[in-house]
């Protein structure tokens, strides 16, 4: 499942690796202004247009219930920027499926080539997840996932834009979902868009916001 925003550039690329590891791949446009969404429909895999773009979260969101109701047994999120190697989707599943877990986050080694602002915010993050969900996770910002379709309505977000990524965290937790986490190859590239500074602030205020309402709410029994 690959959600994409002006990626005209690198969605080809993107689904010729990816196809080589998965049964069917869907593209969630979201409102692109390029020709992302032709280059995919070219590509032969299933395109869902997204008439505005309605952000990260959104996207996921649509291409995941769009798996659920095609009868999907294992679910992968793999950004459209080509910033994640599809040749570690079978570590994942691997990984999922022998450990029997609930969702596989692959993680990236924060190396020289990070920008600086995404490693700080990153370490930033992870280190209130620790805090406060005790959860030790290397990436909390990574858009890689595997999950079976059986644990995807516990993992579901309302977010609709880059701070679904955290939510997807606060829910594992909520719900006791079982977790771990795989190392897959660290790729940058310059981009245009990611999670901004502001989205990165927005984030912290949520994992405290969802954190207290844990408090008075409860947790699920899982």
């Known amino acids: 499942m ?5 990626e005209a550039d690198r969605i080809e690329a993107v ?6 590891y998965v049964d069917e791949i869907i593209v969630v446009n979201d409102g692109s202004s390029d020709d992302t969404s032709a280059i995919a429909r070219v590509c032969g895999v299933e395109v869902i247009d997204l008439l505005i773009n309605r952000g990260a979260g959104y996207a996921t969101r649509c291409g995941c219930d769009h798996a659920l109701l095609r009868n ?5 999120t793999l950004d459209a920027d080509g910033q994640h ?16 877990l609930d969702i596989v986050f692959g993680y990236r080694i924060q190396g020289k080539g990070s920008p600086i602002e995404k490693k ?27 999950f079976p379709a ?5 993992i579901r977000w309302k977010a609709n834009r880059y701070v679904f990524i955290l939510e997807y965290i606060k829910n ?7 977790f771990a986490e795989v190392k897959i190859k660290t790729i940058y590239f310059e981009k245009q868009h990611g999670m901004k500074i502001h ?6 205020f949520y994992l405290i916001w969802w954190r207290c309402e844990l408090l008075f709410f409860g947790r699920g029994k899982k």
């Open 85 to 100: 190697c599809a040749a570690d989707i079978p570590d994942l599943v691997d990984t999922l499926i022998e450990s029997r």
């Open 72 to 76: 999907a047994e294992i679910i992968i």
């Open 150 to 154: 059986s644990s995807y309505p516990l």
């Open 120 to 146: 700080l915010g990153n370490k930033m993050l992870s280190f209130m997840v620790r805090c406060l969900y005790n959860m030790k996770l290397k990436d909390v910002l990574t858009g890689f996932h595997a």
């Open 172 to 178: 594992v937790y909520k719900n006791r979902l079982k």
């Open 2 to 6: 690959v959600p994409a925003y002006n």
């Open 15 to 20: 689904i010729h690796k990816a196809r080589n």
């Open 199 to 204: 989205d990165g602030i927005k984030s912290m």
